[in-house]
């Protein structure tokens, strides 16, 4: 029904930028928030950022001042500016996004992108 394409994620050396995308596609009448998450080895996966339709953010307090989140509502993609990187922001990043998938039913279902890796090494 909903399919993610991530991209941007690579090998960076500390101090570096990357920018991630995330674009949804598929079965979409509406989507709510939208949001990035992280998964190094071995740990829980955690919340990075988040944003809403309306442009409200929230962020991670390990990347305040860091990194952005900004989206395109009419691409219904999700975007991650990271810059100032530290080898402690190498994982998975997921995008995930709150969907309206029929204009007949009002429910919202959080859907996961396939997660793309971010390495951070000299």
């Known amino acids: 029904q909903v399919q993610f394409v991530e991209s941007g994620g690579g090998l960076v050396q500390p101090g570096g930028s990357l920018r991630l995308s995330c674009a949804a596609s598929?079965?979409?009448?509406?989507?709510?928030?939208m949001g990035w998450y992280r998964q190094a080895p071995g740990e829980q996966r955690e919340l990075v950022a988040t944003?809403?339709?309306?442009?409200?953010?929230n962020y991670a307090d390990s990347v305040k001042g860091r990194f952005t989140i900004s989206r395109d509502n009419a691409k219904n993609t999700v975007y991650l500016q990271m810059n100032i990187l530290k080898p402690e922001d190498a994982a998975v990043y997921y995008c995930?996004?709150?969907?309206?998938?029929?204009?007949?039913?009002?429910?919202?279902?959080?859907?996961w992108g396939q997660g793309i890796q971010v390495t951070v090494s000299s």
């Open positions: 995930n996004a709150d969907i309206q998938t029929s204009y007949y039913v009002i429910i919202y279902t959080t859907y």
């Open positions: 944003i809403t339709r309306g442009g409200n953010t």
């Open positions: 598929g079965s979409i009448f509406s989507i709510a928030s």
